[in-house]
């Protein structure tokens, strides 16, 4: 393992890129990855709720870490933690304590612990410890202005509001998934059986719109801050059973909504949800797109609250692994599209298990510069998706031939690229090209990057000393 890939890998884990650092350690040779990898592994797998995955690889490795490898059964138990394998998970925070026991981490941890088991005598001795080591960081959990499990919650006016909304558009509450009152977590989830018009079982979060996120200040579209999520659900779909096979629908809408608040960060459409493994036994569906609600009324997309704000519903569309990185390396719009050419164009998302892979048959190109090399070079506001040619993404030959047509959608920069050599019969071919993002092209030629902002119907090629003109 060279310096410049393990500081690639830390600096995505700083950057709270889990999916990256995942997809790069996992392109590694074998013997490239150290039990530091490993770890570093684990770490991004645990960051995104897979903590059975994340364990796994940290049993794969004990052979090869020091028994008093303080960090390593830290890692250990943060995951019997988070798959709520306490008498475990303590264990490890016993071994931790045993190396260092200053280590005011994991007395946190055993305090989270404490809590969960309900156990006051434990949580007292834990939280003292944590107050005696660093008082800041005790404040900050446990002190009057933390914020341990407590997420945001509707006013009772708007709450009202929003249920008001829910039965006029979307139809009458049928009942409360049974798991979602439970620790007195505000975000709920409802169900709404089929009626003559809907053929489809619809589940609903109720909560998650009272957290208002930040919205970086480029992103056109603000007023989605506040946001519900939905789903579609065949009408067979068994919603009185708790077996994972059919809870998974309604603890995912729940969980998502959770990570929201707690990573303080916001969902729009066309972004992706990775959950590491399959949802449930019974299924291979491993993620989910957000999508803008389709085929209903306008008014049912988005809620008014008595103050002025706006929830917006958004639809939750389960994905296979392969379609979430076709996603990543195209566009939302590109797989949108293949997924309504596959299910027509009644397409609602609706939850099928065994629904064919859209993407299954699709093949990794090998690209000329590879996705962990792309480095973000390209300050943009905007909408950032272009056209280029496979002539330049993999046989990375220089853009000799750029130009600006009128966007096709919301997400389209207008921008397309060639070599300049594509014949017709290659660029008939749509195989042959992808969507990509501005960034990405820029990494490949950064000579582009002053002319991005040339109006559309600009028109601009190489000369012979290697200088854009204008046509």
């Not at 007395?107 to 088991?117: G, T």
């Not at 249920?163 to 169900?191: C, Q, R």
């Not at 079982?201 to 480029?218: F, M, Q, R, S």
């Amino acid at each position: 393992m060279n310096d410049e890939i393990f500081n690639e890998i830390d600096e995505l884990l700083f950057n709270k890129k889990y999916e990256s650092v995942i997809e790069l350690i996992e392109s590694l040779d074998e013997d490239e990855i150290s039990p530091q990898i490993s770890m570093m592994l684990s770490y991004a797998y645990s960051c995104i709720e897979n903590n059975s995955k994340a364990l796994k690889i940290l049993l794969s490795v004990s052979d090869d870490v020091d028994d008093d490898d303080l960090m390593y059964h830290f890692s250990l138990a943060n995951c019997y933690y988070g798959l709520h394998k306490y008498l475990s998970a303590l264990k490890e925070t016993d071994k931790c304590i045993e190396i260092d026991e200053n280590f005011v981490d994991v007395w946190v941890l055993k305090c989270y612990i404490a809590l969960d088991k309900d156990d006051e005598n434990m949580f007292e001795l834990a939280s003292k410890k944590v107050k005696e080591l660093d008082e800041e960081t005790w404040n900050e959990c446990f002190g009057s202005d933390s914020a341990v499990d407590e997420l945001a919650i509707y006013e009772p006016d708007e709450l009202k509001a929003v249920l008001k909304h829910i039965s006029k558009y979307f139809g009458k509450i049928s009942k409360l998934a049974e798991f979602a009152d439970e620790d007195d977590n505000p975000i709920n989830v409802i169900y709404i059986e089929p009626d003559k018009q809907k053929n489809y079982i619809t589940v609903i979060t109720v909560g998650l719109g009272a957290y208002n996120p930040d919205i970086p200040e480029d992103f056109d579209g603000s007023d989605c801050g506040r946001i519900e999520l939905v789903a579609y659900l065949p009408p067979d779909w068994d919603i009185d059973s708790i077996d994972i096979n059919y809870s998974w629908v309604a603890r995912c809408l729940q969980a998502f909504g959770a990570m929201i608040q707690f990573d303080e960060t916001w969902l729009a459409p066309g972004h992706t949800i990775s959950n590491g493994l399959p949802f449930a036994p019974n299924t291979k569906l491993n993620g989910a797109i957000i999508a803008d609600l389709i085929f209903v009324d306008e008014q049912a997309k988005k809620c008014l609250l008595p103050n002025g704000d706006t929830v917006s519903f958004y639809q939750f569309i389960p994905i296979y692994e392969e379609e979430m990185l076709y996603k990543i390396n195209n566009s939302y719009m590109d797989l949108f599209d293949r997924l309504s050419e596959t299910f027509g164009l009644s397409y609602r998302g609706a939850i099928d298990i065994k629904r064919p892979n859209v993407c299954e048959d699709m093949k990794e190109k090998d690209w000329a510069i590879p996705k962990s090399s792309i480095g973000n070079i390209l300050e943009w506001t905007g909408p950032d998706g272009c056209f280029a040619t496979d002539k330049i993404m993999v046989e990375n030959k220089q853009i000799r031939f750029m130009y600006r047509e009128k966007p096709e959608n919301e997400y389209d920069s207008g921008w397309r690229f060639m070599a300049g050599d594509e014949t017709e019969e290659y660029m008939n071919n749509v195989d042959n090209m992808g969507i990509y993002s501005l960034n990405t092209l820029c990494n490949y030629d950064i000579g582009i990057i002053d002319f991005l902002d040339s109006p559309v119907g600009t028109i601009l090629y190489r000369n012979k000393n290697g200088d854009f003109v204008k046509s």
